[in-house]
């Protein structure tokens, strides 16, 4: 069964950058997309960039444009997020997610389908 794995994250100083990782493994796996979401203590999840498997096309939330960077890895089923002038504010934990049916680039979390366990990013002095 597939599945995805984050890594990268950790406590970085405001201003500072962090990459997150996102491995895909199975079998099954398949997406038409591959979005990074994020959730804060006590508010809801939500979307901070996806990928199209397709053409290559991002969609970014407006508060990461600039700053973050989705991209593909050369190993097929490996995701990246770039985070650069990392905020307080940007502090949560990130998820990666897949969506096998849509491949719109959707913001919204129900399209995507499978995701992994997260990772933790905080931004302090």
């Known amino acids: 069964q597939a599945q995805l794995v984050e890594s990268g994250g950790g406590l970085v100083q405001p201003g500072g950058s962090l990459r997150l990782s996102c491995v895909a493994s199975?079998?099954?796996?398949?997406?038409?997309?591959v979005g990074w979401f994020r959730q804060a203590p006590g508010k809801e999840r939500e979307f901070v960039a996806a990928?199209?498997?397709?053409?290559?096309?991002?969609n970014y939330a407006d508060s990461g444009k600039g700053r973050f960077t989705i991209s593909r890895g050369n190993a097929k089923n490996t995701f990246y997020l770039q985070m650069n002038s990392l905020k307080p504010e940007d502090t949560a934990t990130y998820y990666c997610a897949a969506d096998s049916l849509f491949g719109s680039l959707s913001v919204n979390p129900r399209q995507y389908d499978l995701w992994g366990q997260g990772t933790q990013v905080t931004v302090s002095s």
């Open positions: 990928i199209s498997r397709s053409s290559g096309n991002t």
């Open positions: 199975g079998r099954t796996f398949s997406w038409y997309a």
